[in-house]
């Protein structure tokens, strides 16, 4: 199998309070793993991709400094939203490549749900 | 840099009648494709992929999609469906040069199976 879990499922947090969202492999070793966004009824966009033991690549337009990314193992990264305001609100979701796997499949674990209030 | 387009928004069927999601893509290079599949407030299944070789692909759950590198598509396809089959279908493609398998989504089509 290829489980992919994130925790929390749903936060609800204040504005101006940070939030951590964790991402985890399960069953496998993640060589690289990827951190979404999805604004209500439309698709996924990518935010960032981060490596075990470097730093995440962040796409264009999305704030570093706002969004951090800790890659800390090869099971394990997490997504920090800092300083979040009601404009974060939004459904999180990672996603992991296997190591050792050609294909570059994606693993997606079940989504974040953040609500700042 | 690659692009897809998910030709249909919304797809209504009536449940046991055939389904087809549409789904073109371009790309400079050469890609990889897959179809995902997302219930409400869960991430991302993947159905099937296709990577190399034949062309007609089967994924899970009965759904099949065929690659048309002439056409640049990718049209997922099940005889017939059910109920359970509700939810926002994603046509994505990588190009085979990106060492991180990025990937880059359609804008998604729903698909709502009615009795």
């Known amino acids: 199998g290829a489980v992919v879990s994130q925790h929390p499922s749903w936060v609800i947090c204040k504005s101006g309070t940070s939030v951590k969202i964790e991402c985890r492999s399960l069953?496998?070793?993640?060589?690289?793993m990827f951190w979404y966004r999805q604004f209500p009824k439309q698709s996924l966009m990518l935010m960032a991709t981060?490596?075990?033991?470097?730093?995440?690549?962040?796409e264009q337009g999305v704030e570093k400094d706002k969004f951090l990314i800790n890659h800390a193992s090869l099971t394990l990264s997490t997504l920090t939203v800092t300083s979040a305001h009601p404009e974060d609100s939004s459904f999180y979701i990672c996603?992991?490549?296997?190591?050792?796997?050609?294909?570059?499949?994606?693993?997606f674990g079940p989504g974040t749900r953040l609500t700042v209030l | 840099a690659q692009s897809v387009t998910q030709l249909d928004s919304q797809v209504p069927v009536f449940e046991e009648a055939p389904v087809e999601l549409r789904c073109n893509y371009s790309?400079?290079?050469?890609?990889?494709l897959f179809w995902y599949v997302q219930y409400p407030n869960q991430g991302l299944q993947l159905l099937l992929k296709?990577?190399?070789?034949?062309?007609l692909v089967k994924g899970i759950n009965g759904f099949e999609a065929e690659f048309n590198k002439s056409q640049t598509s990718f049209h997922l396809r099940k005889p017939s469906v059910h109920i359970s089959d509700t939810a926002e279908y994603f046509c994505a493609v990588s190009e085979t040069t990106d060492s991180w398998g990025k990937l880059q989504f359609g804008a998604g089509t729903q698909v709502v199976v009615t009795p």
């Open positions: 296709y990577l190399s070789g034949s062309t």
């Open positions: 981060s490596n075990e033991g470097s730093k995440a690549t962040y």
């Open positions: 790309s400079s290079v050469s890609v990889y």
């Open positions: 069953d496998f070793q993640a060589t690289t």
């Open positions: 996603s992991a490549t296997k190591a050792g796997e050609i294909t570059d499949t994606q693993y």
